[in-house]
């Protein structure tokens, strides 16, 4: 693909991928499991986006988190907070109806 694309491929599928880690965080989740939850799901990212992304959205407190030191390697789990599903709920409704508007815009029968 040529650059310019990638560009706005990227843009289109940044503000999914926000919406998805909301979604799925709802039960707990490590930072490594959720990047392959999230390629599993076709929402694929990279580690360098996804913990900063992470991060961002629980300073912002949409998220919570909670170190599991029981295992040999400490994890950092991830929880989707009140706000935060307040917030995925409200972009769940925003994206369904934006689907809606771009599908009446690619309808073949006008």
């Known amino acids: 693909m040529n650059e310019t694309l990638d ?3 990227q843009e289109l599928r940044r503000g ?3 919406l998805a880690c909301l979604q799925l965080l709802r039960t707990a989740g490590y930072g490594y499991a959720l ?3 999230l390629e599993r799901r ?3 990212t990279d580690a ?3 913990y900063p992304l992470l991060r961002r959205l629980e300073k912002q407190e949409y998220l919570t988190s909670e170190w599991n030191t029981e295992e ?3 994890r950092k789990f991830y929880r989707t907070s009140e706000a935060g ?3 995925a709920d409200t972009l769940t409704q925003d994206w369904l109806a934006l689907t809606a508007a771009i599908a009446t ?3 073949q029968d006008h």
Request: net charge negative; glycine share 4%; aromatic share 4%.
């Open 72 to 74: 040999a390697r400490p």
């Open 85 to 87: 599903i307040r917030l």
């Open 35 to 37: 990047l392959e939850e």
């Open 7 to 9: 560009t706005h491929l």
């Open 42 to 44: 076709g929402f694929a």
């Open 105 to 107: 815009l690619t309808e």
């Open 48 to 50: 360098n986006t996804l």
């Open 16 to 18: 999914t991928v926000v």
